[in-house]
């Protein structure tokens, strides 16, 4: 199963969310490029407990690296696929954390949880010398929040079947749920058997992201993120679109809903759309004609699967063009 995307649309683009993936490749360029002072790297840059609760290891380090560790690490990574897989996530969960937050507050949410799961780490391994890096730890942080905000959220998933496409949604709470229960049970389980990995920071990091969210959505937004929502509003929706079918009575043929942005309904546009047709699912190309209105119906003649006597069957999508993006 691969993940895709949340079927949440966020109002505007996520300028801090990209900036916060680009800054993440960035730096892991930088690490690639330390050859042979790369394990000096990690370890200055890294988080590393013991440099705090070892005196004797304290002493090669300032105060000021000993702070800077603990926000640089979330900024590193153990390599290609670690900072793959934690930057997959970010972009998935993300851009809709910071469209409720706001990107001012979402930069500062972030940092607090990335801080808060490295304090976390550090508290049950205090002394382990092993450094820990990577994201995932304000990205559990972002989770945490997604999980309070869009309980009733999907994550649109890619299920190849013998080379053909499946997409198939699955609920986000289910899907955070079962990843959070799996971390509390990797924490709980050997310490031989972690395999390196932060649990704990994860934990943390999930737990306080619901924390913090609760207390950021108590401020008022700043005028500085407020003008920023109006330069980065969304002009289109998702290029790919699962439709919910549905069938009147005694009428053969399939209905459903497209969403499209008022740019997209005043130019036109072109989506695909993966709708069940019969015991299958379909991937269609949609063409939207320039000037369509809300409520607008498309009719895709044939497109949907003929009935066991051959009748054919077409496709109705009533365009939805919600306002506010």
Not at 91 to 115: A, Q, S, T
Not at 207 to 228: C, D, H, N, Y
Request: hydrophobic share 45%.
């Amino acid at each position: 199963m691969i993940p895709l995307r949340d079927t949440t649309e966020s109002k505007g683009y996520p300028v801090v969310n990209i900036a916060l993936i680009v800054t993440n490749v960035l730096v892991y360029l930088v690490q690639l490029g330390q050859g042979e002072a790369l394990h000096r790297f990690i370890i200055t840059y890294g988080l590393v407990p013991a440099r705090y609760s070892v005196p004797r290891i304290a002493a090669h380090f300032s105060l000021g690296q000993q702070a800077f560790a603990l926000v640089s690490f979330m900024f590193l990574h153990g390599g290609f696929w670690h900072l793959l897989g934690n930057m997959w996530f970010l972009y998935i969960f993300g851009d809709n954390v910071e469209d409720r937050l706001g990107p001012v507050k979402y930069l500062l949410f972030y940092l607090i949880c990335g801080f808060a799961s490295g304090l976390t780490h550090l508290f049950f391994n205090w002394h382990s010398q092993l450094p820990t890096v990577g994201a995932s730890g304000a990205i559990a942080g972002v989770m945490g929040a997604y999980f309070l905000l869009y309980p009733h959220s999907k994550i649109l998933t890619l299920i190849p079947i013998f080379f053909i496409p499946y997409f198939v949604e699955i609920p986000a709470v289910f899907f955070l749920g079962i990843w959070i229960i799996l971390q509390l049970l990797s924490a709980a389980g050997p310490p031989d058997q972690g395999g390196g990995i932060a649990w704990w920071a994860h934990i943390g990091g999930f737990a306080f992201g619901m924390v913090f969210l609760k207390l950021l959505l108590r401020t008022p937004e700043s005028a500085v993120s407020q003008r920023i929502r109006e330069k980065t509003a969304k002009k289109k929706s998702h290029l790919l679109q699962l439709i919910k079918p549905f069938r009147e009575v005694d009428d053969p043929h399939i209905y459903g809903t497209i969403e499209i942005t008022p740019l997209e309904a005043r130019l036109g546009t072109r989506k695909l759309v993966s709708i069940a047709s019969g015991p299958k699912r379909r991937l269609l190309n949609v063409t939207v004609p320039p000037g369509s209105r809300d409520g607008v119906v498309l009719r895709l003649t044939g497109a949907a699967h003929p009935l066991k006597d051959g009748t054919g069957r077409d496709i109705y999508l009533k365009l939805k063009v919600p306002q506010g993006y």
